[in-house]
């Protein structure tokens, strides 16, 4: 009875009853799964459990997986617990917008399993371990708060302005490029340039104290670079 207790929870949301059954069956002598084939149902629940992480498929009706991981960030209950993606639709364009959002894995519906076992205990695992990684010198970022500190001083930025952080630090040491940016903060397919480098300007001046700096690089993109000594 205590070795159920201890268990930690997992939710499950597809449309298909089989899926869920399987599911369950593979991941009950692991983890408690609580099952749902209804997105709206499964948000219901969110103010009255912790979960440890959270399972959702892609197509459903009414609400897809990609929205459905929307509904779930901007939901005030939500604890930040890893979200993975799970179907049979392992398409290029699915994987990238999987990561793109931010879920720690997406994994295909034919994957043994034992690898199916071991990715979710291994990304809960790695949430666990890095889940306080919001910091970059002396910046820190509070993700639940969507705030932005310097030295330990608040720093006051606009959502647009948080996000394009946010998905910096995420990607840092590496570039994003004017379609990441679009993407990931706009999700729209054209800004113009002028407004994106009005926003990485407005960024430095307000982050100046920062140890990084976001260097603009045209057309190709924008990444951070630490400040010379």
């Not at 398409?91 to 720690?104: K, V």
């Not at 932005?148 to 952080?165: A, G, H």
Request: net charge neutral; proline share 3%.
């Amino acid at each position: 009875m205590l070795g159920k207790l201890l268990k930690s929870v997992i939710a499950y949301v597809d449309d298909n009853h089989l899926n869920l059954e399987c599911v369950n069956f593979l991941l009950q002598e692991e983890f408690e799964v609580r099952t749902f084939l209804e997105p709206e149902i499964f948000l219901s629940s969110i103010k009255d459990h912790s979960y440890s992480a959270i399972i959702s498929d892609i197509h459903m009706p009414n609400t897809n997986g990609f929205t459905l991981y929307e509904k779930i960030l901007s939901d005030s209950y939500y604890n930040g617990c890893p979200i993975f993606f799970f179907s049979s639709d392992h398409s290029d364009i699915n994987r990238m917008r999987s990561f793109e959002l931010g879920a720690i894995d997406f994994i295909g519906r034919e994957a043994p399993p034992d690898e199916l076992l071991v990715r979710i205990k291994s990304g809960i695992e790695f949430h666990r371990k890095n889940k306080n990684l919001n910091k970059c010198g002396n910046l820190t970022i509070d993700l639940h708060k969507l705030k932005t500190y310097v030295n330990d001083k608040e720093v006051f930025l606009t959502f647009i302005e948080f996000k394009i952080l946010y998905f910096l630090l995420k990607n840092h040491p590496f570039q994003l490029t004017k379609e990441q940016l679009l993407s990931c903060v706009w999700r729209v397919d054209h800004v113009l340039d002028a407004t994106i480098y009005t926003h990485v300007s407005n960024l430095n001046k307000k982050l100046y104290q920062w140890d990084y700096e976001i260097n603009g690089l045209k057309i190709k993109g924008i990444q951070l670079m630490k400040k010379a000594s």
